[in-house]
């Protein structure tokens, strides 16, 4: 059964920063491109940052600068460490991993069930 558990969500002020944690179990996670995507009230998803199961990154030009996306295969774990957090940051935040590569990340095979991010003072 495979599993992709977010953490690490929660409430910060603006300028804060947070990481989030997705711990994936029943995939092979070396082989996986895995993202980021996050959903805010009323908004369509839309990507934060991707890795290709060789590392290469690719991010949203609204985070560029802000956020990075890190994978440690030896934890099964992907990585989103925010910092300058804005207001605008807030949403549902979902990993995914898909074999197939980064391409196919927009309509993943496998999804989290997400973790909130709240930006507000």
């Known amino acids: 059964q495979v599993q992709l558990v977010e953490s690490g969500g929660g409430l910060v002020q603006p300028g804060g920063s947070l990481r989030l944690s997705c711990t994936t179990s029943?995939?092979?996670?070396?082989?996986?491109?895995m993202g980021w995507y996050r959903q805010a009230p009323g908004k369509q998803r839309e990507l934060v940052a991707t890795?290709?199961?060789?590392?290469?990154?690719n991010y949203a030009d609204s985070v560029k600068g802000r956020f990075t996306i890190s994978r440690d295969n030896a934890k099964n774990t992907v990585y989103l460490q925010m910092n300058s957090l804005k207001p605008e940051d807030t949403a549902v935040y979902y990993c995914?991993?898909?074999?197939?590569?980064?391409?196919?990340?927009?309509?993943?095979?496998?999804w989290g069930q997400g973790t909130q991010v709240t930006v507000s003072s």
């Open positions: 995914n991993a898909d074999p197939r590569g980064s391409r196919y990340l927009w309509e993943a095979r496998y």
């Open positions: 029943g995939i092979i996670f070396r082989l996986n491109a």
């Open positions: 890795s290709t199961s060789g590392g290469t990154t």
